[in-house]
């Protein structure tokens, strides 16, 4: 495997708060053009990992490379779709506006956005579908749509690295293939797509790769290998009861 | 009409208030326009505690450059002492409720008030010193604004409204989304700074205006009133600075009129104007919101008029479909927007179904006589099937009525032998 085949690097990441660790030796390289969905209990440091790939954290030890380039010095290029539950949802914002957002890294402080600045917004906004709703404020939307404009915001910022936290949260079955369809098409676009995932039942259907992680990594491979009754008996104590179903679900 | 003229034009050749015109439309404004971030941020008490902090600083500002420099009252020394009071305040906020399980708004609770505390006892230790009158400081005084408080917020207003204009993007996004503004390497922290500074700024030059009471109301309110108007951060700023200005303007008017307090006039028209607007804002006002709701034709209507409509098999005149639905004067609005979303068509004055109606309506059916069945089954008296049924039948979701049909064994007739129509028409 060569190096130009990952997208992100994990190197022996170990973070800490307050001499607890939030991720113990946590080594992972995700290669490019997978949809790879990061799996673990409440508390698994899951949203750790997360800041660790924006560079939001220091790591005691490890490394966290971009493409090759160390994360700090990787600053946009990987894009965050956050949790429906942390937007304010009344905030003065139309979505054309929330797409063109993602062409801020690219303007420097003293112009402004330009008509190619808004044409790539709008071109994000059709690759999800909601050219139609470009005037409307972002709280008038559905659940769906709103994950999708973020979605178009990300693909706006141009990052081939896309991160997203929990998009299936809180949303029902039909919309959560709506925003899969998408996730699918950005990946056939080139993208590289970690999502952070809390359905262990649909987990094996939806990604090419699962990372199993609860504070050090435990598994990382296709579905078949992670979703496996001795690591997530390990991972998940005393839930076992759900496991034998989603094991069955998988061997069918 | 002369005396009304008059009493909009006497005032403006008095040279206080132009002044008090001129300078309380700075303020305002630029308080307006910085408001929107506050709000958005829901920093609101934050705006108060600034403003109850600066006592200190202005005291301590003034007793510097009287006992080192020996100025009286200098305005530029009293301003740099309010916003390092200020910035120190906000600083403390931050560190108490970092270091301690204290929360944030009780920390500001505290801070503001210690501050505060500290500058009305060194003003009085040192009223053979300083002249600080703590009655203008706390109420304002708008109809006596002083050249140099002028030329002081001015100087303000343009060095904050150049700072949101040039940073626009910056402001927005940071308080929209801190986390991706910090993923694409932008200083979030140092803009926190600048916005508070920027606050702080205002809220000093405000203070002289209209007082350490009425300051956040200057903030937050012309903010909030154009946040119930737009829908776009850039024209809820212009249409904040709108309000900020009317409040002026119109509070100034008041004040001269009633013989008040200027600052308290300011204030109230202000809040008269947020009132005004919330309730009759189109979107989202109280009225319109009202009239949404009201205008809003129920699901259960509906369904009662495509049953009707049905039942009848052919062109059902409207006096037999008001027979059964009882709207009263609202069925004219029902069957018209019924005939907009296609489900009937008008003949005469007669209706139709249309086949998306007839569609609709043996669903609804469908469920009315699956729900006869099930009532039957459980030996509900018989006298009771239909009117049960036919409030029953407007919870007709997929699921609900495929296990009624399944825990009945699929029947194909009601307790009345007549068909129940199957899930797809054809059935």
């Known amino acids: 495997m060569t190096t130009n085949n990952i997208a992100v690097e994990v190197r022996n990441l170990t973070v800490s708060y307050h001499s607890k660790p939030a991720l113990l030796d946590v080594s992972v390289a995700i290669e490019k053009d ?90 994000a906004l059709s690759m999800v579908r909601m050219s139609e709703f470009a005037d409307r404020q972002i709280g008038q939307l559905s659940g769906g749509q709103q994950q999708r404009v973020f979605l178009a915001r990300a693909l706006a910022q141009g990052s081939d690295i896309l991160l997203l936290d929990e998009p299936f949260a ?78 069955k679900k998988e061997s069918v | 009409m002369e005396t009304m003229l008059n009493a909009f034009l006497a005032p403006l050749g008095e040279t206080y208030f132009q002044k008090a015109l001129i300078g309380g439309s700075i303020v ?128 303000v207003a343009a060095t904050v409204l150049s700072i949101i204009i040039l940073f626009f993007r910056h402001f927005q996004i940071t308080t929209f989304d801190p986390v991706m503004a910090a993923s694409i390497g932008l200083p979030v922290l140092l803009i926190d700074y600048l916005l508070t500074t920027c606050v702080s700024l205002v809220v000093v030059s405000a203070v002289s205006m209209v007082g350490v009471i009425l300051v956040v109301g200057l903030l937050i309110t012309p903010a909030a009133t154009a946040y119930l108007l737009s829908d776009r951060l850039d024209r809820m700023m212009l249409l904040s600075a709108f309000f900020g200005f009317t409040s002026v303007v119109g509070g100034l008017y008041l004040c001269v009129w009633l013989d008040s307090a200027g600052g308290g006039a300011i204030m109230l028209f202000c809040t008269l104007q947020f009132l005004v607007v919330l309730i009759f804002a189109p979107r989202y006002g109280m009225l319109s919101r009202w009239l949404r709701l009201r205008r809003m034709v129920p699901q259960q209507v509906i369904e009662d008029v495509l049953t009707t409509v049905l039942r009848y098999e052919k062109a059902t005149p409207k006096a037999i479909i008001s027979k059964y639905v009882d709207e009263g004067s609202r069925l004219s609005k029902v069957l018209k927007q019924m005939v907009e979303d296609s489900l009937l068509k008008e003949e005469g004055s007669s209706y139709l179904l249309t086949e998306n109606g007839e569609k609709e309506a043996k669903q609804v059916l469908r469920a009315h006589r699956l729900w006869e069945a099930y009532l039957e089954s459980i030996g509900a008296p018989e006298q009771d099937w239909h009117t049960t049924a036919h409030h029953l039948e407007h919870m007709r979701e997929e699921e609900t009525v495929d296990y009624l049909s399944e825990v009945l064994g699929k029947p194909k007739q009601d307790p009345h032998g007549q068909k129940i129509p199957g899930k797809t028409n054809d059935e």
């Open chain 1, 34 to 123: 997978k949809l790879v969905g990061v799996i673990g209990p409440n508390g698994a440091g899951k949203s750790t990992f997360i800041k660790a790939i924006l560079g939001f954290v220091r790591p005691d030890v490890g490394q966290v490379m971009i493409k090759g380039q160390d994360v700090q010095n990787a600053k946009g290029q990987v894009a965050y779709v956050p949790q429906r539950g942390a937007v304010d949802w009344d905030f003065p914002i139309t979505v054309k506006e929330v797409a063109l957002m993602g062409r801020y890294q690219r303007i420097p402080w003293y112009r402004n956005p330009n008509k190619s600045d808004r044409e790539a917004a709008m071109e």
């Open chain 1, 170 to 247: 809180g949303v029902d079955a039909a919309t959560e293939r709506a925003i899969l369809d998408v996730l699918e098409r950005a990946k056939a676009a080139g993208k590289t797509l970690v999502v952070v995932h809390h359905d262990l039942v649909t987990a094996a259907e939806y990604f090419d790769k699962l990372i199993l992680i609860k504070q050090r990594m435990f598994a990382y491979g296709p579905p078949s290998a992670v979703l496996r009754e001795d690591l997530l008996s390990e991972v998940y104590e005393g839930k076992l009861r759900i496991f034998a179903e989603v094991l």
């Open chain 2, 28 to 155: 305002a404004i630029v308080s307006a326009v910085v408001g929107c971030l506050v709000v958005l941020r829901r920093m609101a008490f934050l705006g108060d505690a600034l403003s109850h902090a600066m006592i200190a600083g202005v005291a301590g500002g003034y007793l510097v450059m009287k006992l080192l420099f020996g100025y009286e009252a200098h305005a530029p020394g009293m301003l740099l002492g309010s916003l390092l009071s200020a910035i120190i305040t906000v600083a403390l906020i931050g560190f108490v409720s970092k270091v301690s399980r204290v929360k944030e708004d009780t920390a500001i609770g505290i801070m503001y008030t210690g501050v505060f505390a500290l500058g009305v006892v060194v003003v009085s230790i040192f009223r053979h010193y300083i002249h600080i009158d703590l009655m203008h400081f706390i109420m304002g005084d708008v109809l006596g604004v002083a050249d140099a408080d002028l030329w002081t917020s001015a100087f």
